[in-house]
């Protein structure tokens, strides 16, 4: 790979970051001008790429419960909105097959389904990138949205195994058994590996030989093979740990992705013209999402915030479409006019993500029109009942600030968390604790609809991901809340937006710890030091 690549890739990254785009479009428009230029992708960007790919599908498997994907409607939901999706595109396209545009010569039904098929799939690493980014991965609408993205995976799986005509070998049969029997060998390393860089080479060791390269010697596809190991091993205790550890090395991996998207060859003005209104069609994909997961009693924010998540085209939708090319099912030209409208559906879609919350605010009279009367048990609001302090995000800080408030004021002080796991595993040990989001509107509007109806006089932001807080404060200060508030802050742009926003008490993270872990060591040790 040229350095000049690497530059280019950081310097337009970095622009779309500033103008607060996600830097993959970055990554993606650089791709498109390298291209223009005359590069050529290579093996090593293809190497790159597979390697980020096979890591995010491992780290997913890793932060993923089987049960997750046995819930009605993510395996019921992700079905029937691929079909849906599949048909509506391939009536569009059969539709503009009767235009003058010469990529539809001798256009048919079938590969209209083809095509239709490919851009059925949403994208698996932009949603965990965005997810990521705004830390509600393990939110209910990240967990249905993974769930949703694993099964259209299963499906690409399928796709690829019937139509590049590659089955299996009948050692594939003994997968299962293997994977019972070394699974406790596995884990059982993962106790003894201790941290660090030899962490972070087992979990290559696992991603790429266990899974990867062990699924492919009998036939299957590699990456489903890390996703396969990230599961089995996903309720270790180390586990998270791990996945943190990778999280860089996918993301350097993930740009030669992106950047093979845009090698893949400069469009034409019908080429173009044509991904434009592909890209515009997500409108309906974003639809079709809402209505058919509003069906499945999912509320309507965390449909539309589901929706939102999956509104692209995806990497397996090129991938469907390159073994169509391959096979001579569908012309070549098409890879090149999905892949600008994958890339376009990126662009379109981060704005959309980046103010999600907002847009269901100034939304939700019309959207809660189609929610159903019953809803899911993990996707409702909660009666906080007569809690006086509210602490919401139980991680390592928040449970921390739980338990000393609970020494003093005990059942007083409610903790809050959108994490289902979280919640359930801290009321085992007894906590006084509930599933709900801090940036859901309506539980704030709920919970201070009027000044008489609760004792909450402390809300306690305590939540890793600077923009929930903001958002939380924002829709707080909008009630008749006349209590206090307090949040955290990471870096000093961030203290002093709460403090513009008048928050009653900013807690500096680090120069807080730094002031905290000093008194300890006074307290703890007597270092023979006098005051001055």
Same mark, same amino acid.
């Given at each position: 790979?040229?350095?000049?690549?690497?530059?280019?890739?950081?310097?337009?990254?970095?622009?779309? !970051?500033? &103008?607060?785009?996600?830097?993959?479009?970055?990554?993606?428009?650089?791709?498109?001008?390298?291209?223009?230029?005359?590069?050529?992708?290579?093996?090593?960007?293809?190497?790159?790429?597979?390697? %980020?790919?096979?890591?995010?599908?491992?780290?997913?498997?890793?932060?993923?419960?089987?049960?997750?994907?046995? $819930?009605?409607?993510?395996? *019921?939901?992700?079905?029937?909105?691929?079909?849906?999706?599949?048909?509506?595109?391939?009536?569009?396209?059969?539709?503009?097959?009767?235009?003058?545009?010469?990529?539809?010569?001798?256009?048919?039904?079938?590969?209209?389904?083809?095509?239709?098929?490919?851009?059925?799939?949403?994208?698996?690493?932009?949603?965990?990138?965005?997810?990521?980014?705004?830390?509600?991965?393990?939110?209910?609408?990240?967990?249905?949205?993974?769930?949703?993205?694993?099964?259209?995976?299963?499906?690409?799986?399928?796709?690829?195994?019937?139509?590049? %005509?590659?089955?299996?070998?009948?050692?594939?049969?003994?997968?299962?058994?293997?994977?019972?029997?070394?699974?406790?060998?596995?884990?059982?390393?993962?106790?003894?590996?201790?941290?660090?860089?030899?962490?972070?080479?087992?979990?290559?060791?696992?991603?790429?030989?266990?899974?990867?390269?062990?699924?492919?010697?009998?036939?299957?596809?590699?990456?489903?093979?890390?996703?396969?190991?990230?599961?089995?091993?996903?309720? $270790?205790?180390?586990?998270?740990?791990?996945?943190?550890?990778?999280?860089?090395?996918?993301?350097?991996?993930?740009?030669?992705?992106?950047?093979?998207? *845009?090698?893949?060859?400069?469009?034409?003005?019908?080429?173009?013209?044509?991904?434009?209104?592909?890209?515009?069609?997500?409108?309906? !994909?974003?639809?079709?999402?809402?209505?058919?997961?509003?069906?499945?009693?999912?509320?309507? @924010?965390?449909?539309?915030?589901?929706?939102?998540?999956?509104?692209?085209?995806?990497?397996?939708?090129?991938?469907?479409?390159?073994?169509?090319?391959?096979?001579?099912?569908?012309?070549?030209?098409?890879?090149?006019?999905?892949?600008?409208?994958?890339?376009?559906?990126? &662009?379109?879609?981060?704005?959309?993500?980046?103010?999600?919350?907002?847009?269901?605010?100034?939304?939700?009279? #019309?959207?809660?029109?189609?929610?159903?009367?019953?809803?899911?048990?993990?996707?409702?609001?909660?009666?906080?009942?007569?809690?006086?302090?509210?602490?919401?995000?139980?991680?390592?800080?928040?449970?921390?600030?739980?338990?000393?408030?609970?020494?003093?004021?005990?059942?007083?002080?409610?903790?809050?968390?959108?994490?289902?796991?979280?919640?359930?595993?801290?009321? !085992?040990? %007894?906590?006084?604790?509930?599933?709900?989001?801090?940036?859901?509107?309506?539980?704030?509007?709920?919970?201070?609809?009027?000044?008489?109806?609760? !004792?909450?006089?402390?809300?306690?932001?305590?939540?890793?991901? #600077?923009?929930?807080?903001?958002?939380?404060?924002?829709?707080?200060?909008?009630?008749?809340?006349?209590?206090?508030?307090?949040?955290?802050? @990471?870096?000093?742009?961030?203290?002093?937006?709460?403090?513009?926003?008048?928050?009653?008490?900013?807690?500096?993270?680090?120069?807080?710890?730094?002031? %905290?872990?000093?008194? #300890?060591?006074? #307290?703890?040790?007597?270092?023979?030091?006098?005051?001055?």
């Amino acid at each position: 790979m040229d350095p000049v690549w690497l530059a280019i890739a950081f310097a337009l990254g970095l622009l779309v !970051k500033l &103008i607060g785009l996600p830097p993959l479009v970055g990554y993606l428009i650089a791709g498109f001008t390298l291209k223009y230029f005359g590069a050529e992708s290579d093996d090593l960007i293809r190497t790159i790429s597979d390697m %980020g790919i096979t890591l995010l599908l491992f780290t997913i498997g890793l932060k993923l419960r089987i049960k997750d994907l046995l $819930h009605k409607e993510v395996w *019921g939901g992700a079905s029937i909105h691929m079909l849906l999706v599949t048909l509506l595109m391939a009536l569009i396209l059969f539709g503009l097959s009767y235009t003058s545009l010469h990529i539809f010569t001798d256009f048919t039904w079938q590969q209209a389904l083809i095509i239709g098929f490919a851009l059925s799939f949403s994208s698996t690493i932009y949603a965990v990138k965005i997810l990521e980014e705004k830390s509600e991965l393990k939110s209910a609408y990240g967990v249905l949205s993974i769930g949703i993205l694993i099964i259209q995976d299963i499906f690409a799986v399928f796709y690829i195994v019937l139509v590049a %005509g590659k089955l299996p070998t009948i050692w594939a049969i003994g997968l299962p058994v293997l994977f019972v029997i070394i699974r406790p060998v596995l884990l059982l390393i993962l106790d003894k590996i201790g941290h660090g860089e030899i962490l972070v080479l087992y979990g290559f060791f696992l991603a790429f030989v266990v899974g990867a390269e062990l699924f492919t010697v009998v036939g299957l596809k590699a990456d489903l093979g890390a996703l396969v190991v990230g599961i089995l091993i996903s309720n $270790h205790k180390k586990a998270k740990e791990l996945a943190d550890s990778l999280m860089n090395f996918k993301d350097i991996f993930l740009i030669g992705f992106f950047l093979s998207i *845009g090698l893949i060859g400069l469009p034409s003005l019908q080429m173009l013209t044509l991904a434009i209104v592909l890209a515009l069609a997500i409108n309906f !994909k974003v639809i079709l999402y809402f209505w058919v997961l509003t069906r499945f009693r999912v509320r309507a @924010r965390t449909s539309l915030f589901t929706s939102l998540t999956l509104a692209n085209f995806s990497e397996f939708g090129l991938i469907v479409a390159s073994i169509a090319v391959a096979k001579g099912l569908i012309p070549s030209d098409w890879l090149v006019s999905i892949a600008i409208a994958v890339a376009t559906t990126f &662009i379109i879609s981060s704005p959309l993500n980046a103010k999600a919350h907002k847009i269901y605010y100034s939304l939700k009279d #019309h959207l809660r029109k189609f929610e159903t009367q019953k809803r899911l048990i993990y996707d409702k609001a909660f009666d906080i009942g007569n809690a006086e302090i509210l602490v919401f995000g139980m991680g390592k800080l928040g449970l921390s600030v739980y338990d000393q408030l609970n020494k003093t004021y005990g059942r007083k002080v409610l903790g809050l968390d959108y994490n289902y796991d979280v919640v359930q595993q801290l009321k !085992k040990d %007894g906590k006084n604790i509930q599933q709900d989001d801090a940036t859901d509107s309506e539980f704030w509007e709920n919970i201070f609809e009027k000044p008489d109806s609760h !004792k909450v006089r402390l809300v306690m932001l305590c939540m890793n991901d #600077h923009k929930s807080n903001i958002f939380a404060v924002e829709r707080l200060k909008a009630t008749s809340f006349k209590g206090n508030i307090a949040a955290i802050a @990471r870096f000093d742009d961030e203290r002093k937006q709460l403090e513009k926003m008048n928050v009653d008490a900013v807690y500096d993270i680090y120069s807080e710890a730094g002031y %905290g872990f000093a008194n #300890h060591v006074c #307290h703890q040790i007597d270092i023979g030091c006098t005051a001055s």
